[in-house]
């Protein structure tokens, strides 16, 4: 801190300790701004820039501006960040480990100090996303998923020691010890961080940014965060701010209570529908009101965990009563405790009901008194159903979303006996040619051992709205003990009453973390949950980001057979198509216990709030009324069987524990030593030619379009991270390094290696890539035309992008992808960029993009463009068979108009005017340098020099 020209550096004793502070109402006393009505979470950003006031990255200007905020007319400057860490989880983490590795030969090659590269910020990475759900439904599903992943994954492993050896301020939570969200929620975060500096003790906000977009959940503890793109973590580990625009704030007023038979998880479907519906995207979002003291930190934690859904940077929770207790019930000490609660009361970071209501650029209110029952789907989260309309938004989305007829209403699927998957006035044995008739919408399959070993041999009819799979999973849901304990009495009461699940439901319950199996077994709740299939398969990250693992064969070859939409319910928070598993093309979020519901139900088809759910052994028809446990039961056994103690002992040996790990092979260094023949780990080519000055911008001539796409593009579209098929380019490239099609583990394990992510770049099997379109049939995947073959649309032939790709960079050709609105929402995937910029596009046009991966295009090099209001590429004529040239102007200025040039294959042509999305001066400095990371090499290669 250079100096305090504002005079809010104040002292503040707490355990004996004396710690400098930021008093932000220090600035208010001098008529800087108006704290009192300041939302909570600018607080954050203002305290951040005071404390880092150095006249260069932060000025006395940039302070008064946002001290000044003024909501309902938000001044969008540029402002930087410093988070006070980084987290990381194994998928986007590895990479980030990867590109800090090759930043370091970069640096050793142009001639600086490679351990000049470490991480500046305390940086945690959880390995959580790579357990998949080989084996489910017994009790050594757990030890054979675990064994499984160290098989897969012991060379990715091996690499993160080393990274955890040989880089500063580093460290790797163990597998199997959680998901990073709940890990961060349970242990990582304090609510105020402290640190040394020129001889100050100094404690401040905990805040963070994260490599995983639903880094947002630890928002309900106070602590602001969000995810980025792994580029820009990497930024800031290597000492550098997160640049952003000032954001506006949206206040969420909340009042009331939830009533019975509401849950979290529908809370948060709600407000994910409302905030979708009323806009939100690259704001914040922060809650208030008396209803926000009515939730525990789990439910908020829910609430926050999916702000990616509902679009906003953050969900913000400000500290009071209820996080000061959270804090010392989970386990941190009373020094921990005392000082957060000190310094945020201290400082103006503790909300109290009594407090002024912060000022906020637009206000929504819910009354949690109309929460209901409900399901999210089936290919968006912000598309909640109530639990009363499932059935016929089902029937609606069978013709409006799936273009197939809606199920026969003479078929009653309420009720499917226990021991098939026929209604009971269903034929018993349909005929022959019903059933090998897509039309009909049934497939007969015999099951085997893999689905469900008690009835091997059994023939099971699976139809539209079949569940072939249950998930109890994900971070939104695992934290939260309410929903998980009444997903426990779920089925306890169920099996009291002989119920179980259906035999075609794959089950899985992955918590997240180790707590969750301990006030379990407390409870008493194991047995009943393995009895309906719901036995513990991993901790981690599973089904929700693709690691849903393999279908049983027969039901997957019933599935094709009958060209069924089968659905999957889990308590997640991603259900895009072709996420959780290729095959299952309807995808439902839904609360743990009515995971369970419909894991006995065994179909979305039925009207769970008013058709019997099941029938028990003496025929006995069961409502879901039967088995729903009460607030009071709910909170009877929250009571007695959650504890401090299981905190305290599950996170005290957290990094030790795990004993295979403790066996992976470790080696410090100050380089890497990387093996041309590893499948997992290369040294990505972002610095081949890389030179000590900055290349600049250039025009871009003479492009081919890669990809025309549509509107909601997921970066799970652009780069997957589930499953890799034998026959795509990246399963071929794997064949041919001599890993078999079992061992080819998922994309998500594989982002350390550009060879694979590149070619699985556009990949997913659910990409509609219009111009590889063929009369009326719209082909799904990774396919293209090759424009180096033929001229136009007509004469160039489909292939897969890849292969494309390559003949494009033989020719020198350079692309373009033009897509719709929301390009790039979903997961902050980095790959979705870099995989982007490999394949050799250049520019990418569309109606709009989701914030994160625009800001990871730019920080790769990749210009995001955005066509002007009203137009799109339908309304210009837009084929794909054009060839593009992009006019940058000089001097190129944030969000400044570039023309650009189409010419058709006939020789024709026409203009349009896009706006650049670089929207900011750092930005354009970004570019200029070919991306963030080499801007980082360059500057610290100018500090080594310097010092030599």
């Known amino acids: 801190m250079a100096g305090d020209p504002f005079n809010a550096r104040e002292t503040l004793s707490v355990n004996g300790n004396d710690y400098s502070y930021i008093n932000l109402k220090s600035l208010q006393e001098q008529g800087v701004g108006n704290i009192d009505t300041m939302p909570f979470s600018i607080r954050v950003l203002l305290e951040a820039m005071v404390r880092n006031l150095d006249g260069f990255i932060v000025t006395n200007d940039d302070i008064s501006g946002l001290a000044n905020y003024n909501a309902g007319d938000?001044?969008?400057?540029?402002?930087?960040?410093?988070?006070?860490r980084v987290v990381l989880q194994d998928f986007t983490g590895v990479p980030c480990v990867v590109d800090l590795a090759a930043m370091r030969d970069a640096m050793k090659n142009l001639g600086g100090d490679p351990e000049q590269i470490n991480p500046a910020v305390a940086c945690d990475l959880v390995i959580d996303h790579s357990v998949q759900v080989d084996d489910f439904a017994t009790r050594v599903a757990l030890t054979i998923n675990a064994e499984k992943e160290f098989e897969?994954?012991?060379?990715?492993?091996?690499?993160?020691?080393?990274?955890?050896?040989?880089?500063?301020?580093?460290?790797?939570?163990?597998?199997?010890?959680?998901?990073?969200?709940?890990?961060?929620?349970?242990?990582?975060?304090?609510?105020?961080?402290?640190?040394?500096?020129?001889?100050?003790?100094?404690?401040?906000?905990?805040?963070?940014?994260?490599?995983?977009?639903?880094?947002?959940?630890?928002?309900?503890?106070?602590?602001?965060?969000?995810?980025?793109?792994?580029?820009?973590?990497e930024a800031v580990m290597c000492g550098q701010p997160v640049y952003m625009l000032t954001p506006e704030v949206v206040g969420f007023k909340l009042k009331g209570r939830l009533p019975e038979g509401a849950t979290a998880t529908d809370l948060v479907l709600t407000v994910t529908q409302m905030l979708r519906a009323h806009g939100v995207v690259e704001k914040f979002v922060e809650f208030f009101g008396d209803g926000m003291?009515?939730?525990?930190?789990?439910?908020?934690?829910?609430?926050?965990?999916?702000?990616?859904?509902?679009?906003?940077?953050?969900?913000f929770f400000p500290i009071d009563k209820k996080t000061i207790e959270y804090f010392r019930f989970t386990g941190k000490t009373e020094e921990e405790v005392a000082l957060t609660e000190a310094w945020a009361k201290a400082s103006g970071f503790f909300w109290t009901p009594d407090a002024p209501e912060p000022k906020f650029a637009?206000?929504?209110?819910?009354?949690?008194?109309?929460?209901?029952?409900?399901?999210?789907?089936?290919?968006?989260?912000?598309?909640?159903?109530?639990?009363?309309?499932?059935?016929?938004?089902?029937?609606?989305?069978?013709?409006?979303?799936?273009?197939?007829?809606?199920?026969?209403?003479?078929?009653?699927?309420?009720?499917?006996?226990?021991?098939?998957?026929?209604?009971?006035?269903?034929?018993?044995?349909?005929?022959?040619?019903?059933?090998?008739?897509?039309?009909?919408?049934?497939?007969?399959?015999?099951?085997?051992?893999?689905?469900?070993?008690?009835?091997?041999?059994?023939?099971?009819?699976?139809?539209?709205?079949?569940?072939?799979?249950?998930?109890?999973?994900?971070?939104?849901?695992?934290?939260?003990?309410?929903?998980?304990?009444?997903?426990?009495?779920?089925?306890?009461?169920?099996?009291?009453?002989?119920?179980?699940?259906?035999?075609?439901?794959?089950?899985?319950?992955?918590?997240?973390?180790?707590?969750?199996?301990?006030?379990?077994?407390?409870?008493?709740?194991?047995?009943?949950?393995?009895?309906?299939?719901?036995?513990t398969v991993g901790y981690g990250c599973t089904t929700c980001i693709g690691n849903s693992g393999p279908l049983p064969p027969e039901i997957e070859q019933g599935i094709k057979d009958g060209d069924l939409v089968c659905t999957s319910v889990l308590s997640g928070n991603r259900n895009f198509e072709g996420r959780v598993h290729p095959a299952v093309k309807a995808n439902y979020l839904a609360s743990p216990p009515l995971v369970v519901a419909y894991a006995i139900a065994g179909t979305v088809d039925l009207d769970l709030a008013n058709q019997p759910i099941a029938k028990t052994p003496d025929g006995k028809e069961v409502y879901l009324k039967d088995i729903w446990p009460t607030r009071k039961e709910i909170d009877e056994v929250v009571n007695s069987a959650v504890t401090t103690q299981q905190f305290e002992e599950k996170y005290g040996a957290v990094y030790t524990e795990n004993e295979t790990w403790n066996k992976v092979p470790v080696s410090k260094s100050e380089l890497y030593g990387w093996e041309d023949s590893s499948t997992y780990i290369q040294n990505p080519p972002f610095f081949e030619g890389m030179t000590e000055e900055a290349p600049g911008f250039g025009t871009i001539g003479g492009a081919r379009c890669l990809a025309l796409l549509g509107d909601s593009v997921t970066t799970d579209h652009i780069s997957p991270a589930g499953r890799i098929e034998p026959e795509t380019p990246a399963g071929q490239y794997l064949i041919a390094q001599g890993v078999k099609p079992h061992d080819f583990n998922s994309y998500g394990s594989r982002r350390g290696n550009d060879r694979v992510m590149t070619r699985g770049t556009f990949a997913n099997?659910?990409?509609?890539?219009?111009?590889?379109?063929?009369?009326?049939?719209?082909?799904?995947?990774?396919?293209?035309?090759?424009?180096?073959?033929?001229?136009?649309?007509s004469s160039?032939?489909?292939?897969?992008?890849?292969?494309?790709?390559?003949?494009?960079?033989?020719?020198?050709?350079?692309?373009?992808?033009?897509?719709?609105?929301?390009?790039?929402?979903?997961?902050?995937?980095?790959?979705?960029?870099?995989?982007?910029?490999?394949?050799?596009?250049?520019?990418?046009?569309?109606?709009?993009?989701?914030?994160?991966?625009?800001?990871?295009?730019?920080?790769?090099?990749?210009?995001?463009?955005?066509?002007?209001?009203?137009?799109?590429?339908?309304?210009?004529?837009?084929?794909?068979?054009?060839?593009?040239?992009?006019?940058?102007?000089?001097?190129?200025?944030?969000?400044?108009?570039?023309?650009?040039?189409?010419?058709?294959?006939?020789?024709?042509?026409?203009?349009?005017?896009a706006v650049c999305r670089i929207d900011t001066p750092v930005e354009i400095e970004y570019f200029k340098n070919g991306g963030i990371l080499h801007t980082v090499i360059r500057k610290k290669l100018n500090e080594s020099k310097q010092m030599a």
């Open 362 to 535: 637009s206000v929504l209110e819910l009354d949690l008194a109309n929460i209901e029952p409900s399901l999210a789907g089936p290919k968006r989260p912000q598309d909640r159903i109530g639990l009363k309309d499932m059935k016929p938004q089902f029937h609606k989305d069978m013709v409006d979303t799936f273009g197939k007829s809606a199920p026969s209403e003479a078929i009653d699927l309420g009720g499917f006996a226990d021991e098939g998957g026929q209604a009971e006035n269903a034929p018993v044995n349909p005929p022959e040619e019903d059933m090998a008739s897509k039309d009909k919408g049934f497939a007969r399959v015999k099951l085997t051992e893999a689905s469900h070993p008690q009835q091997v041999g059994q023939e099971v009819t699976l139809r539209h709205g079949s569940v072939v799979i249950a998930a109890i999973t994900s971070c939104t849901n695992t934290s939260n003990p309410d929903v998980m304990i009444a997903a426990g009495l779920v089925a306890k009461k169920a099996r009291a009453l002989g119920l179980t699940r259906k035999p075609w439901v794959k089950t899985s319950l992955a918590p997240g973390s180790k707590v969750v199996t301990e006030y379990y077994e407390r409870a008493g709740l194991t047995d009943d949950l393995e009895a309906l299939g719901f036995h």
């Open 765 to 793: 099997v659910r990409v509609k890539n219009k111009i590889a379109r063929q009369g009326d049939k719209q082909p799904e995947g990774g396919w293209t035309r090759n424009f180096t073959k033929g001229n136009d649309l």
């Open 152 to 233: 897969r994954n012991n060379e990715r492993y091996s690499f993160l020691k080393w990274g955890q050896e040989s880089l500063d301020n580093f460290r790797a939570v163990p597998p199997a010890t959680g998901i990073v969200h709940q890990v961060n929620l349970e242990y990582l975060a304090r609510g105020c961080l402290t640190k040394a500096q020129d001889g100050t003790k100094w404690v401040y906000p905990d805040s963070l940014v994260g490599t995983d977009s639903h880094t947002t959940m630890i928002n309900g503890v106070g602590v602001l965060g969000w995810g980025v793109g792994g580029i820009e973590a």
């Open 74 to 84: 938000v001044n969008s400057v540029e402002m930087p960040f410093m988070p006070g």
């Open 796 to 913: 160039a032939p489909v292939e897969y992008i890849w292969d494309a790709a390559q003949d494009y960079k033989k020719a020198g050709t350079p692309l373009v992808v033009v897509a719709g609105k929301d390009y790039g929402m979903g997961s902050s995937r980095d790959w979705a960029a870099k995989g982007t910029l490999l394949l050799g596009v250049k520019a990418v046009v569309a109606e709009s993009f989701e914030r994160i991966h625009r800001s990871n295009l730019v920080f790769m090099g990749v210009l995001p463009l955005v066509f002007k209001d009203g137009q799109n590429a339908g309304s210009l004529g837009i084929k794909g068979d054009e060839t593009f040239d992009i006019l940058m102007p000089d001097p190129v200025e944030p969000r400044c108009d570039v023309t650009v040039k189409a010419t058709r294959p006939d020789g024709s042509g026409f203009e349009f005017v």
């Open 293 to 315: 003291a009515e939730l525990s930190i789990p439910d908020r934690a829910t609430i926050a965990n999916m702000a990616p859904e509902y679009g906003a940077t953050c969900g």
